[in-house]
């Protein structure tokens, strides 16, 4: 066999590990094709199988597309879960590690980075997105609400945690998809660089907004 010939794929595989190479597939084929234009018979071709043998795990796209999109947010919720788990417990400790672990090689990847600008872009998709990943980002976000006000709480930065918290998340986002749509691309490094230049010394200067009782005094 020619060293650049890739290896058979086996006939037989676990379900969870043929699960998982159609997911990887279809990750491919959605961050090339986008959304809208996957197909089975794409992913088929991708993952080097049959169409019939992807039917006998999943029946439509619609559903392969919903696992995919499963699969993702759980794996990025483990992601920044190991992450905080073995970083110190101090506020500040755990803010980096979990700014770091969205540029973990291991998801931070231009299959992967493209894969989600596709489900965030289409349309259609969004309702799918609330229905599997809006727990997790209601997690995420909590936690980064809490270590805002924890840090701040720390260095007597004052400020509202919850601007913190979402100037942190839009700038990580934000860095992602700038990531995936400049014409000449950056490094995860870069973009790790990027992210503390907006983080808390930044959001901290955003004062807590006045309740409505204050405001008609």
């Given amino acids: 066999m020619d060293a650049t010939t ?12 043929r699960r998982k190479q159609l997911i990887e597939a279809t990750i491919e084929v959605v961050a090339e094709r986008g959304y809208a234009r996957t197909t089975l018979t794409e992913v088929a071709g991708k993952a080097g199988l049959s169409h019939g043998l992807v039917n006998v795990h999943v ?13 993702m947010s759980e794996e990025y919720r483990d992601n920044w879960g190991r992450a905080l788990e073995t ?7 755990q803010l980096d590690a979990l700014i770091r672990a969205d540029f973990n090689p291991e998801i931070c990847t231009s299959n992967r980075l493209a894969a989600w600008c596709a489900f965030w872009g289409e349309a259609s998709c969004r309702p799918l997105y609330q229905e599997k990943c809006g727990s997790n980002d209601d997690a995420y976000i909590a936690l980064l609400e809490r270590l805002s ?30 990531m995936m749509t400049q014409s ?11 992210v503390p230049c907006a ?10 907004p006045k309740s409505p009782m204050s405001m008609q005094s």
């Fill in 6 to 17: 890739p290896p058979p794929v086996p006939r037989k595989l676990p379900r969870d590990a």
């Fill in 59 to 71: 029946q439509t796209k619609e559903a392969l597309l919903t696992e995919t999109l499963a699969y």
């Fill in 87 to 93: 970083a110190a417990a101090e506020p500040e400790t």
């Fill in 149 to 178: 006000a924890a840090l701040q709480a720390k260095t007597g930065q004052g400020g509202d945690a919850v601007v913190t918290a979402r100037v942190i998340r839009v700038v990580m986002e934000g860095v992602w998809v700038d």
């Fill in 184 to 194: 000449t691309a950056y490094s995860r490094d870069e973009g790790l660089r990027t």
């Fill in 199 to 208: 983080v808390v010394s930044t959001a901290a200067r955003f004062p807590r």
